[in-house]
């Protein structure tokens, strides 16, 4: 993500002293608590003046929208998170995740005009899961039943992104390490679909699915996963991606080496 | 004292959940319906029926991935998955047996891994959700990999002002 910010021109600044957001394990258990904790955060931008956050995990994305959601529609909450936190939120912060950012920020044009290697071979598709989208209304990103910013992205970079009807689906990413057995379920039919669709491999931009896809499809079929950054960085040219793709559990390597891509 | 459908819908604070009428949208596209001992539009019929115990102690809330497919289609705008939200926190609150007792172990390590470093510090977490639900020894192959790999890293940074995450716990708890 840094370094494809760099490279797009893209100026990145931490979020000063940030804390977890709470995830899955503080919106299904304390609603409170959920709004909160991304609340932390997003009154810690608000001081710079930065008008754009971006958020490049979907769970965190989901969480910061969702939070604002709130707070935007109910005044005793938002008094309430101020009191605790000892700040004003003032609904200034944008919150944004990267797809959106390069796609509408950056545009297709100007990204297509950096790429040194085109991605000729690569048969991606692309796939959202489930919070960088839903619900629309708290998200406000994309097309929510059939999104196509990735798609656009990867034809720019020179893949040839497969359709299929799977963009949305959900991997299971919270039951990931207690019900593991439903998440292999869910990401073996993932991997089956995308075969069927004629992919050599899958390019998302969550990095729970990622890891999902990453480490649960079974012997049945896995393909490749990429977090779609690191093939903008492929086909940028930019040095360093084989020291990220060796950190996979499914090695793209091969795939990308009978392609000439490495 | 307000009966078991009243709770919910003030609770959940938007469109009552009797507005369902059972098109089963939301079953139909559940990604993990295939797994629940209920599915998501029985337990709204069994929320009017004043089924609370069944419902608290059921496997379906803690299954619930939060996909929010459910909510992004039902033709009546019931937010059923702010619903299955509400209902862990009651089951919770009620300390009812859980249908899914890992699954709530999990949360737990979770979270109180943020309480002590306001960040996800991943052995530690893994290792307190490992010691509390009993179930040392699945993915100790992937997570040794990883670790190998660098994608798990033993020291990660944490928060500095541990004090004001605290006070966060601290309001919110109940």
Redesign the interface.
């Given at each position: 993500m840094k370094a494809v910010s760099r490279a797009l021109g893209i100026e990145l600044q931490e979020v000063d002293?940030?804390?977890?957001c709470?995830?899955?394990?503080?919106?299904?258990?304390?609603?409170?608590?959920s709004v909160?904790?991304p609340a932390?955060n997003i009154i810690a931008a608000q001081k710079d003046n930065n008008r754009d956050m971006m958020v490049p995990c979907a769970a965190c994305f989901n969480r910061f929208k969702s939070a604002q959601y709130h707070l935007e529609g109910d005044d005793a909450l938002k008094a309430e998170v101020e009191?605790?936190?000892?700040a004003k939120y003032d609904a200034s912060v944008s919150v944004r995740n990267p797809i959106d950012i390069i796609y509408n920020y950056v545009g297709l044009e100007e990204l297509g005009k950096t790429v040194t290697r085109k991605l000729d071979g690569l048969k991606p598709v692309s796939y959202y899961?489930?919070?960088l989208l839903?619900?629309?209304e708290v998200c406000q990103f994309d097309d929510?039943e059939n999104p196509y910013m990735m798609d656009g992205i990867m034809s720019v970079l020179g893949a040839n992104a497969r359709n299929w009807s799977c963009k949305?689906?959900?991997c299971?990413?919270?039951?990931t390490?207690?019900?593991?057995q439903?998440v292999v379920?869910?990401v073996d039919k993932l991997m089956m679909m995308a075969t069927e669709a004629g992919a050599n491999c899958i390019v998302t931009a969550c990095p729970i699915c990622f890891a999902n896809l990453d480490?649960r499809a079974s012997e049945k079929g896995r393909l490749p996963a990429f977090y779609f950054t690191e093939l903008i960085a492929l086909a940028l040219g930019l040095k360093g991606t084989e020291e990220w793709f060796?950190?996979h559990?499914v090695d793209p390597r091969p795939l990308l080496a009978s392609l000439g891509l490495l | 004292m307000s009966s078991f459908l009243e709770e919910v819908n003030n609770r959940i604070g938007g469109v009552p959940i009797q507005s369902c009428y059972h098109c089963r949208k939301c079953t139909a596209g559940c990604?993990?319906a295939?797994?629940m001992d209920y599915n998501p539009n029985t337990v709204i019929k069994m929320i009017q029926m004043g089924m609370r115990d069944k419902v608290l102690g059921s496997s379906t809330i803690w299954?619930c991935?939060?996909?929010?497919?459910c909510?992004?289609r039902c033709p009546n705008e019931v937010d059923i998955?702010r619903m299955?939200?509400?209902l862990?926190?009651m089951a919770?609150e009620t300390g009812v047996s859980v249908g899914?007792k890992?699954?709530?172990?999990?949360?737990e390590a979770?979270?109180s891994n943020?309480k002590m470093g306001?960040?996800?510090n991943e052995p530690t977490m893994?290792v307190h959700?490992k010691l509390k639900?009993g179930d040392l020894f699945?993915?100790m192959g992937?997570g040794l990999?990883?670790f190998m790999?660098?994608?798990i890293k033993p020291i990660s940074p944490r928060?500095?002002?541990m004090e004001?995450?605290r006070?966060?716990?601290k309001?919110?708890?109940?």
């Open positions: 002293d940030w804390s977890c709470g995830a899955s394990s503080a919106h299904m258990t304390n609603f409170k608590l909160a904790l932390r009191g605790i936190i000892g899961g489930c919070l839903r619900p629309p929510y949305t689906d959900c299971g990413g919270s039951l390490l207690t019900n593991t439903i379920h869910l480490t060796k950190m559990n | 990604p993990v295939f797994a299954l991935a939060s996909c929010e497919t909510v992004t998955a299955m939200d509400t862990r926190e919770i899914e890992n699954i709530v172990k999990f949360h979770f979270l943020i306001g960040r996800i893994l959700y639900s699945s993915d992937l990999s990883m790999k660098g994608k928060t500095k002002d004001s995450v006070k966060i716990f309001s919110t708890g109940k």
